[in-house]
């Protein structure tokens, strides 16, 4: 298997038992397949868009668990949207995103403006940028995103620490 970067734009569509990874934590996942994970080109994580069954798209990220498998969490939001449960058979279809390109959200964008961090956050790896964006797209409360926007700042603010230290 190669270990390049996968396909943006690459769509995929299988089927699935829908599998409980954490007994008591309602933290639920679906295998990859084989022929998916090695189309993908790569043993990492793949940020992709998905659909559960009619699930309004969600972005999500295709976790390596080893031996060359991937595994797409599930959050509980889509699986009550969609009515499944563990041990419910799942259609997904999912498509590669670009992980160089980030969407930056204007409150984070105007706060890395403020403290002069902006380029500090254009410096961080892809799927970190990525990561912290999807955090505050996923905030609920307009507190909750307030906070991670912060934590974005501060993880740009960490990354020229490091820099400067080098």
């Known amino acids: 298997m190669k270990s390049s970067a996968p396909p943006a734009g690459k769509q995929f569509m299988f089927e699935a038992v829908l599998e409980d990874w954490a007994e008591g934590m309602d933290y639920c996942a679906v295998a990859v397949p084989a022929e998916i994970t090695e189309a993908l080109g790569t043993k990492g994580p793949v940020l992709v868009m998905a659909r559960l069954n009619d699930s309004e798209p969600f972005q999500v990220s295709l976790f390596p668990v080893g031996g060359g498998r991937h595994y797409i969490r599930i959050k509980a939001r889509i699986r009550k949207q969609t009515s499944t449960r563990t041990g419910d058979r799942v259609r997904l279809r999912i498509t590669v995103l670009d992980r160089s390109r980030v969407e930056i959200p204007d409150d984070l964008r105007a706060a890395l403006a403020a403290e ?21 797209d996923e905030a609920a409360k307009a507190e909750t995103r307030a906070r991670r926007v912060q934590e974005g700042v501060l993880a740009a603010h960490e990354r020229n620490d490091q820099e400067g230290s080098r």
């Open 116 to 136: 002069g961090a902006q380029a500090a956050f254009d410096a961080l790896p892809p799927g970190k940028r990525n990561f912290i964006v999807r955090r505050i």
